[in-house]
């Protein structure tokens, strides 16, 4: 998570596409997301979900015109995912992205983009902020951002819900990394527990990177709290809660989907039992359409195992390419009709029906809240 140069990952990803390089109808697609770093290995299988959605297109011959797709590592750092929004805006034969991974690089590169007329989905960025600027005076371009995930004031709002009326708890600690995901994510906990009828014991920002947390573990020790909120990210989240349970701190943890991946286990170890967290959706297996993604999936990536995002980033492929059947290659000037057909895309895939709102929101708001047991997420509501 720290600031690094960006690696410009620019790999054609799928090689059965490299025969179509020189013909001009071919359209690009590009994915940015990490490929290194902390969240390497969720920003790889979402780069692996849009290849699929991509293969199975060119296989069944639902496009008349051929697909490549471009891969750019933004590392989860804002400035890195600047400087890739910089080289996919400037090839015009790109017609869409799909990324990026986390708000903060969401947020810094949809303007770019927007001045580029370039279509963007995000496949997991959470924070209201990055669809709700595009209606404000002064956004550069059109209304270009899309995204098929839920937003944090649905998944903040939940989860205080269900900590106030299900677990029956009265004061919570409150921690952020003050990113714009984190913070957000937290300040809607925070927001709506107190609208609930649930008091403050305290509110603390911690550093990316950051490794000791002996000092804010000290006072949350001395505010005796009935539960503890996270904003952030797993790899600090998994050392609080290691550093806690070692100091006997046994209050109720909580997060939200950034802290609900299977790394998270690796940092922590047993201290994450027990702790719950929310993620948008309902898990893969739950989904009605998951049936043929998932064989596809393990067909095309034997031994991998699927990441808790790469169905969003396969759906968001598959909505791109249901607007391009309607546009056809668009380049250019002309990849705002792409955005047009966006606009009115309804989409029935893994997720669910996907249609977008007037800031480009998904229309599905389903969250589940999960409880960490035996290394699983374990739903439970």
């Not at 933004?74 to 990026?100: Q, T, Y």
């Not at 371009?141 to 903040?156: A, C, H």
């Not at 070692?246 to 702790?275: N, Y």
């Amino acid at each position: 998570m720290r600031t690094r140069a960006l690696l410009p990952a620019l790999a054609l990803l799928c090689g059965a596409f490299c025969a179509c390089l020189g013909r001009s109808d071919t359209v690009r697609i590009a994915v940015a997301v990490p490929l290194t770093g902390d969240l390497s290995t969720e920003g790889q299988g979402i780069q692996r979900a849009v290849e699929l959605a991509v293969a199975q297109a060119q296989a069944e011959k639902g496009l008349a015109f051929p697909v490549e797709v471009l891969a750019f590592d933004d590392r989860a750092v804002p400035e890195s995912a600047v400087k890739a929004a910089n080289l996919i805006s400037a090839d015009p034969r790109i017609a869409a992205v799909i990324g990026h991974f986390t708000s903060g690089c969401s947020i810094a590169a949809a303007p770019v983009y927007a001045a580029a007329g370039l279509a963007m989905i995000s496949p997991i960025a959470t924070n209201p902020k990055l669809t709700r600027r595009q209606l404000e005076p002064g956004w550069p371009g059109p209304r270009n951002v899309f995204r098929v995930t839920v937003t944090d004031d649905v998944q903040g709002n939940l989860a205080a819900e269900f900590a106030v009326r299900r677990l029956r708890l009265k004061r919570f600690f409150v921690v952020h990394d003050g990113t714009p995901y984190g913070q957000g994510l937290a300040e809607e906990f925070r927001a709506r527990f107190k609208r609930l009828g649930g008091r403050e014991a305290g509110l603390e920002a911690i550093e990316i990177g950051e490794r000791d947390f002996k000092l804010l573990l000290a006072r949350i020790l001395e505010e005796k709290p009935d539960g503890v909120y996270f904003g952030g990210v797993y790899p600090e989240y998994g050392l609080l809660l290691k550093q806690a349970r070692k100091l006997g701190l046994k209050t109720v943890f909580f997060s939200g989907d950034g802290c609900m991946i299977d790394a998270l286990f690796d940092v922590a170890g047993d201290a994450a039992e027990g702790s719950y967290f929310t993620m948008p959706g309902r898990p893969l297996e739950q989904l009605p359409g998951s049936e043929r993604f998932i064989q596809s999936y393990r067909e095309s990536y034997p031994g991998v195992e699927i990441g808790q995002y790469d169905h969003f980033g396969y759906d968001a492929a598959n909505i791109v390419l249901e607007a391009l059947r309607q546009t056809g290659p668009v380049s250019g000037a002309g990849r705002t009709q792409l955005i047009e057909a966006l606009r009115g895309i309804r989409h029935k895939g893994v997720l669910g029906v996907t249609t977008f709102d007037r800031k480009g929101d998904t229309t599905l708001k389903t969250v589940t809240i999960t409880r960490a047991k035996g290394r699983q997420f374990v739903p439970v509501r």
